[in-house]
């Protein structure tokens, strides 16, 4: 095996020095919230343990994922701080819950019911947090009497700890939105109804990143820290208001494989979309949709080659696509598909936007095929390649 553990000309960096001065950033924002760093997905794409213990190290005090397993995963790799699964895991699942010391998250009363069944004979609670749903319209408990039934549910059953309580904005990434405002009075009035009622969790949160960046008010402890973590605002709206920089963690990476030169009417890739007016010189990169790197990225986006943007031609193929040249160069020329070189950047916004999505999606898109390599104290410090297993 060689220094780079990994065999192909593509792969991705993560640098986790940012992801380090992002939390900080957070935490100096935030100085009175305590920070639950979300992994789930892989983290966005960025590796979930690697990110996960980035974040602990740099103030954060919990960690979120979406689904059990991701929590579990993360248990085997020796993370250690309280973890919470925020999607429903099957009631007959909770004993690995509570013998993993791993948070569930609670949005119906008959899961309670079911669930409880499997929990006498465990020595440890179960730690519940429970969704309150404000106008997302997604998971959640509606209304005061089905949050009446919960907590009166949740008091009787035993072995359950409601360690907290949240609600998830739906608009919070707009500076203008009614909507914000009025989940966040509705959640501030369920929380009353639950203290009324006997219910007092250590845990209240409502804060993703967007909310977290606004400093929304209540009476909040927690913030879950998505997007921004990794060094992406939450929206292009709030990207021109930030109250500190974020740094883009994930740059993309590849090599030419191949240099040709095309005579006036010759054509590149399925379809033949492009002919070559003129003699050129074009080069293959081995990155394609199969990576992530989707088909209608092209035409439109560029790839970056000695500090220069240079358009992919062409259209991308599963594991491959064709970048025009403006002279010969040598295989293993290198070139950023996202990320800096020189004076030239290409962020992920502007990928997500070629692609008409979010750039959420552009990382968490970025297929397990393509290799991670992460930095950390401005050296690598790791590489990952899921497809040899280490």
């Not at 290799?371 to 040899?388: C, D, Q, T």
Request: hydrophobic fraction near 40%; include cysteine.
């Amino acid at each position: 095996m060689d220094k780079h553990q990994f065999y192909r000309d593509t792969w991705a960096e993560i640098n986790l020095d940012n992801i380090s001065k992002n939390v900080k950033s957070f935490k100096a924002h935030l100085p009175d919230q305590k920070i639950m760093a979300v992994v789930k997905a892989n983290g966005y794409g960025h590796g979930a343990y690697q990110t996960a213990v980035t974040a602990i190290e740099s103030g954060a005090e919990y960690l979120a994922v979406a689904m059990l397993d991701e929590a579990l995963a993360l248990r085997k790799q020796g993370v250690s701080e309280p973890i919470l699964v925020m999607n429903r895991i099957r009631p007959e699942y909770v004993s690995l819950a509570v013998q993993n010391e791993v948070s569930v998250t609670v949005f119906q009363k008959e899961w309670l019911i079911e669930a409880s069944a499997y929990m006498e004979k465990e020595e440890k609670p179960l730690n519940i947090h429970l969704k309150l749903d404000t106008g997302m319209g997604r998971v959640g408990i509606i209304g005061e009497e089905e949050l009446h039934e919960a907590a009166l549910l949740i008091r009787k059953t035993p072995y359950v700890v409601l360690e907290g309580v949240f609600t998830h904005f739906a608009t919070a990434d707009e500076w203008d939105s009614k909507l914000f405002e009025e989940q966040r009075k509705r959640f501030i009035n369920q929380l009353g109804i639950l203290h009324t009622l006997g219910c007092k969790p250590k845990l209240i949160h409502s804060a993703n990143s967007a909310a977290a960046l606004r400093k929304v008010e209540g009476p909040f402890n927690l913030v879950r820290l998505g997007i921004s973590m990794y060094g992406l605002s939450p929206s292009m709206e709030m990207k021109k208001k930030l109250p500190f920089p974020l740094e883009e963690a994930f740059s993309l990476h590849s090599q030419l494989i191949h240099v040709k030169k095309l005579a006036a009417g010759d054509t590149v890739s399925y379809g033949a979309t492009y002919i070559a007016k003129e003699d050129e010189w074009v080069g293959t990169l081995p990155i394609g949709y199969a990576d992530g790197w989707q088909r209608r990225l092209s035409p439109g986006a560029h790839v970056l080659m000695k500090g220069e943007r240079l358009p992919i031609i062409g259209r991308i193929c599963m594991d491959q696509c064709m970048v025009r040249l403006p002279f010969k160069m040598d295989v293993g020329e290198k070139a950023t598909l996202i990320g800096v070189q020189q004076d030239e950047r290409i962020e992920m916004d502007e990928i997500a936007s070629l692609a008409k999505t979010i750039n959420y999606e552009i990382p968490c898109l970025i297929s397990a095929r393509v290799p991670r390599v992460f930095v950390k104290n401005g050296r690598i410090s790791e590489n990952m390649n899921v497809i040899l297993n280490f």
